[in-house]
């Protein structure tokens, strides 16, 4: 029982970097494949200002968070359903493995709000085991509600650093900015170099 807790206790994960290009698609892409070989998962891309999950896996960008939350869906089964239409496989050894793709245009990035994310997660919580968000540098400005929402609902934080100077100042800025402005406690955050 105690493991099953445990378990549950991790099953919203976000990673996060500071700018530049530490890997932190690579390492998101790489951990859902993972859990979704043994377990329901689903990798959202929630980097409204450089979405590259479609790219990384040649998925079809048309299907996205923006069309979701254009969708509006607002009973259990029109979550399900816009959820189907809108979530790919991840891959063939991942057979447990979906995707939700990131907003395609940066005039698309308002439509999905904070709020609507809060319900979306709640949503992907019920039909997955693992939920995976892959969320972008930026934490300040209005524009960047969506990343600070994704942090703070998360169960944990995954800071992705290349291992270079620039990479570990990269990773030292975001933190600073992550204690600022999502209060993550310690004991929920990890660094991944």
């Known amino acids: 029982a105690e493991a099953e807790s445990q378990s549950a206790a991790l099953g919203l994960l976000a990673l996060a970097s500071g700018h530049g290009s530490p890997g932190r698609t690579t390492v998101a892409v790489s951990l859902a494949a993972a859990l979704g070989a043994v377990a329901p998962t689903v990798l959202v891309d929630a980097d409204v200002f450089g979405p590259s999950v479609a790219a990384h896996l040649d998925l079809d960008p048309t299907r996205n968070l923006y069309m979701l939350a254009h969708a509006e869906p607002s009973t259990r089964r029109e979550w399900e359903r816009a959820l189907a239409q809108e979530t790919q496989p991840l891959g063939p050894r991942s057979p447990h493995a979906a995707v939700l793709c990131g907003v395609p245009k940066p005039e698309m990035r308002s439509a999905v709000s904070p709020r609507f994310f809060e319900r979306l997660v709640v ?49 030292r800025t975001a933190l600073g900015l992550l204690r600022i402005h999502v209060p993550v406690p310690g004991e929920k955050l990890a660094l991944i170099l």
């Open 123 to 171: 949503e992907l919580r019920q039909n997955f085991r693992y939920v995976v968000l892959d969320v972008g540098a930026d934490l300040l400005g209005a524009e960047a509600a969506l990343h600070r929402a994704a942090l703070g609902l998360s169960d944990h934080v995954l800071l992705v650093a290349a291992t270079d100077l620039v990479g570990l100042w990269h990773a």
